[in-house]
């Protein structure tokens, strides 16, 4: 399966990020296995760091995903938003030491208006039940998160493409 990292730099060896907070499904090395969502992603990424206009800095990272690591290794799956996955999501978003111990996590992503709806249950400004409503009507997106250096041993580097 091919697979993809949007960011603003080649990365030919992922590794897990651990110094991030308010990640959905916590430390770990993100892909999606939408090109065009990384491709956003690496753009929004340059423009916020003010680098996109001058120099060419999105960078799109591009991966074979050995699938066999499904059977292989701990996962965890999340096909839609469910009170489960938002669970998983408030737990790694409220606390940068929260451990699943899962190596891969796969699920939609909390992203712009997601994110803010989680940030009102994180909030208590709205129940887990009201937010799930909410976002049956939003377009998610996937994101397929490698929690361990044991789940990246499974991903292998093809290319990188400057956007």
């Given at each position: ?33 939408i090109e065009t ?21 999105a960078v799109l ?16 799956h999340f096909p ?84």
């Amino acid at each position: 399966m091919i697979i993809y990292h949007g960011g603003m730099e080649i990365v030919d060896t992922p590794r897990i990020i651990t110094s991030e907070i308010g990640r959905d499904f916590g430390p770990g090395f993100y892909t999606t296995d939408i090109e065009t969502q990384a491709e956003r992603w690496a753009r929004r990424k340059a423009l916020a760091s003010g680098r996109f206009i001058s120099e060419s800095k999105a960078v799109l990272n591009i991966y074979e995903f050995d699938e066999t690591a499904y059977v292989k290794l701990k996962t965890l799956h999340f096909p839609e938003i469910s009170i489960e996955w938002l669970d998983m999501v408030i737990a790694c978003r409220s606390d940068s030491h929260y451990s699943h111990g899962c190596d891969i996590v796969t699920g939609k992503t909390a992203n712009d208006n997601v994110g803010e709806t989680v940030e009102y249950v994180l909030r208590n400004i709205m129940r887990k039940e009201d937010a799930l409503d909410r976002l049956k009507f939003e377009k998610i997106n996937n994101q397929i998160c490698f929690c361990t250096d044991v789940a990246l041993g499974f991903v292998k580097f093809r290319e990188a493409r400057m956007l």
